[in-house]
């Protein structure tokens, strides 16, 4: 035979307990003292498990039970457990004894990111999971840690066969799942750092000055008068051809005459415009 009775729901803050905190943080009921007569008479095993069915719905879930000091014909369930069954405060509700298997495995996955930011989450889960008897797939639970909530969907468990499972005196693997409002950051490729101007130009950071028109060894004659011999020469670095400069080359240049063009007199030395070379009179032995 099972124990199956049907109770008002009550939220444990109406409990004549000066400290409710514990009975939140859990996942145990409190029932009246007749229920306990009654398990009695039936020789249930412990530890006390239950299947808390919402009726109207079909929702449900399972639990241990902490005390038998609720009011006759109401039963005193975590605000969490009403959440899940979606009851509130007097709603019928079915309980009834039940056997689970003892669990192995359970996959967690926290509601919320912060979670993450607890320093050791397993030793916090190990802690607070003392206070649950049982764990049923598809169901939140609500544990209180530093004075905060956090709330944790259970996503799997194992044996599977009762969609529930026993975590009394039983070593059970706890696996994290991703938090439910956890984002995926977009991966966005490194840019790699140019490593010379190569990189950064390509071919053209580093062109082979074009020799058409520029010949080696240019230098300024001088004829024995003093005055120097004009030629292509003095052609100037500015006049050599640009079409292969980059824009790069072009920050990097630096301008001998400060940004403005060289006069003809700059580039020849000064030399007067009409003269040529080599236009000396010459004198008779004779006379």
């Known amino acids: 035979m099972s124990f199956e009775e049907r109770y008002h729901a009550v939220p444990v803050a109406a409990a004549d307990k000066t400290d409710t905190s514990r009975l939140e943080a859990g996942g145990k009921i409190m029932l009246p003292p007749s229920a306990l007569h009654k398990l009695a008479q039936l020789e249930i095993a412990y530890p006390m498990l239950f299947e808390i069915t919402n009726q109207v719905n079909g929702r ?13 014909g109401s039963a005193l369930l975590p605000h969490w457990m009403m959440e899940n069954l979606q ?14 298997p003892k669990g192995t495995y359970v996959k967690l996955r926290p509601q919320s990111k912060t979670f993450l930011d607890i320093a050791n989450p397993k030793a916090v889960l190990e802690n607070t999971l003392r206070n649950f008897s049982a764990l049923t797939k598809g169901e939140t639970i609500r544990i209180l840690y530093n004075k905060k909530e956090f709330d944790i969907d259970v996503v799997e468990v194992k044996p599977r066969e009762a969609g529930a499972i026993s975590i ?12 439910a409002d956890y984002v995926e950051p977009v991966y966005k490729p490194a840019v790699k750092h140019a490593e010379s101007f190569r990189d950064m130009e390509g071919e053209e950071a580093e062109p082979e000055m074009d020799s058409g028109g520029v010949k080696a060894f240019r230098g300024a004659g001088a004829r024995p008068n003093g005055k120097a011999v004009q030629s292509d020469s003095s052609m100037q670095v500015d006049d050599l051809p640009q079409e292969k400069k980059s824009a790069l080359q072009w920050k990097l240049r630096f301008d001998r005459f400060g940004g403005r063009q060289p006069s003809k007199e700059e580039s020849c030395g000064g030399e007067e415009q009409g ?13």
Request: hydrophobic share 40%; charged share 25%; glycine share 12%.
């Open 60 to 72: 449900k879930l399972h639990c241990g039970v902490l005390e038998f000091i609720a009011s006759e």
């Open 87 to 100: 009851v509130g405060h007097g709603d019928m509700v079915k309980i009834k004894s039940a056997t689970l």
């Open 168 to 179: 009394v005196d039983t070593d059970v693997n706890v696996d994290f799942d991703a938090p």
């Open 275 to 287: 003269f040529k070379a080599f236009e000396g009179r010459g004198t008779s032995i004779r006379g």
